[in-house]
């Protein structure tokens, strides 16, 4: 489970918020991209709430992105079933989020460029 302070900081800097039984798995900043990103495990049954709708992808071209959660945050995603993106303007800043459903959980993960 992550903690309110957690939620707030992630709803405050890129709108999202996050259901209280996520689980945190990662954050990080990429100082090529100047982002700050944050992965999240989340219960299939409970859902993000999102400013901006995400889009269906081609589960074949989100298989890099996969990987890539997998590595950074020493998960195994399992066979995706579904996979969101989505991009929206915050003050100051743009964020994009990626959403992997699996069969048990979602994973999330949430960048935000600056």
Known sequence: ???????????????VKLPKSSRFVFVGNDPR???EVWLFEIES?????????????SIANGRDVEQMME???AISI???????????EMSNAQCQATLITASNC????LEKLY
């Open 78 to 88: 399992g066979t995706p079933k579904t996979l969101y993106f989505g991009t929206w």
């Open 1 to 15: 489970m992550i903690t309110s302070n957690v939620i707030s900081d992630v709803e405050i800097k890129t709108g």
């Open 106 to 109: 979602d994973y999330l993960m």
């Open 45 to 57: 049954n409970n859902t993000a709430q999102f400013p901006r709708q995400l889009d269906p992808q």
């Open 71 to 73: 590595q950074v945050g």
């Open 33 to 35: 991209l100047d982002s």
